[in-house]
């Protein structure tokens, strides 16, 4: 189970670096625009569906997250990796709507690195982060209601207007009870969202 969740997590990441660097040194140069200033801030609300997998309970689940951002650097790097610093607080809700009737509340602290392109209308990034999870979900041998969660994933923000963005990401996580419990399964999920930001 473990293979397969780094697994994931190293595809999250092996994407984009791929498309980060074709996109050249020419692309990546800009200082300016949305989320590329220390105390730049950002809320916003994602909506999601996602799946179970490597698990020994085959799920479907839809998701909303709502966030709140404060980028805490100024541009670091150079070339296409230039970017900031941001930290995330999201809240995480998600209904499981195949083979039971279930639910998961939890709230997750997050580092996000945003590039920095040349066109201000775009802002790649990637994202690490864990959090706490309350959830009732049946499953064998998972052990507890209070669970941790850990997550990583990758995304773009397109600016439609200055400090208004739709926001798609695809995210790959983990939850399990860290083995506060001799049952622990755990579970290993994707989930891919789209949601909207606001800038401030």
Same mark, same amino acid.
């Given at each position: 189970?473990? @293979?397969?969740?780094?697994?994931?997590?190293?595809?999250?990441?092996?994407?984009?670096?791929?498309? +980060?660097?074709?996109?050249?040194?020419?692309?990546? %140069?800009?200082?300016?625009?949305?989320?590329?200033?220390?105390?730049?801030?950002?809320?916003?609300? +994602?909506?999601?569906?996602? &799946?179970?997998?490597?698990?020994?309970? @085959?799920?479907?689940?839809?998701?909303?997250?709502?966030? $709140?951002?404060?980028?805490?650097?100024?541009?670091?790097?150079? !070339?296409?990796?230039? !970017?900031?610093? *941001?930290?995330?607080?999201?809240? %995480?809700? +998600?209904?499981?709507?195949?083979?039971?009737?279930? &639910? +998961?509340?939890?709230?997750?602290?997050?580092?996000?690195?945003?590039?920095?392109?040349?066109?201000?209308?775009?802002?790649?990034?990637?994202?690490?982060?864990?959090?706490?999870?309350?959830?009732?979900?049946?499953?064998?041998?998972?052990?507890?209601?209070?669970?941790?969660?850990?997550?990583?994933?990758?995304?773009?923000?397109?600016?439609?207007?200055?400090?208004? $963005?739709?926001?798609? *990401?695809?995210?790959?996580?983990?939850?399990?009870? %860290?083995?506060? @419990?001799?049952?622990? $399964?755990?579970?290993?999920?994707?989930?891919?969202?789209?949601?909207?930001? @606001?800038?401030?």
């Amino acid at each position: 189970m473990l @293979h397969s969740i780094w697994h994931k997590i190293l595809t999250v990441a092996a994407v984009f670096a791929a498309v +980060s660097i074709l996109c050249g040194d020419s692309m990546c %140069a800009a200082d300016s625009g949305p989320l590329a200033h220390k105390g730049d801030r950002q809320i916003g609300v +994602s909506f999601g569906y996602g &799946y179970s997998f490597g698990s020994n309970r @085959h799920i479907r689940f839809a998701s909303i997250y709502p966030y $709140a951002g404060w980028v805490f650097t100024d541009a670091i790097g150079k !070339g296409w990796y230039r !970017g900031t610093l *941001e930290g995330i607080v999201e809240g %995480a809700f +998600s209904y499981v709507h195949k083979n039971q009737r279930t &639910y +998961s509340v939890g709230v997750n602290a997050l580092v996000r690195y945003n590039f920095l392109p040349s066109t201000d209308s775009l802002r790649p990034f990637v994202q690490a982060g864990f959090g706490i999870a309350y959830t009732n979900l049946v499953m064998h041998d998972f052990g507890s209601s209070f669970n941790f969660s850990s997550n990583a994933s990758c995304g773009v923000q397109y600016f439609f207007r200055t400090q208004d $963005a739709v926001t798609f *990401e695809w995210k790959v996580f983990h939850i399990s009870n %860290a083995g506060l @419990h001799d049952d622990n $399964a755990g579970i290993n999920m994707n989930n891919f969202f789209i949601g909207y930001s @606001h800038i401030y």
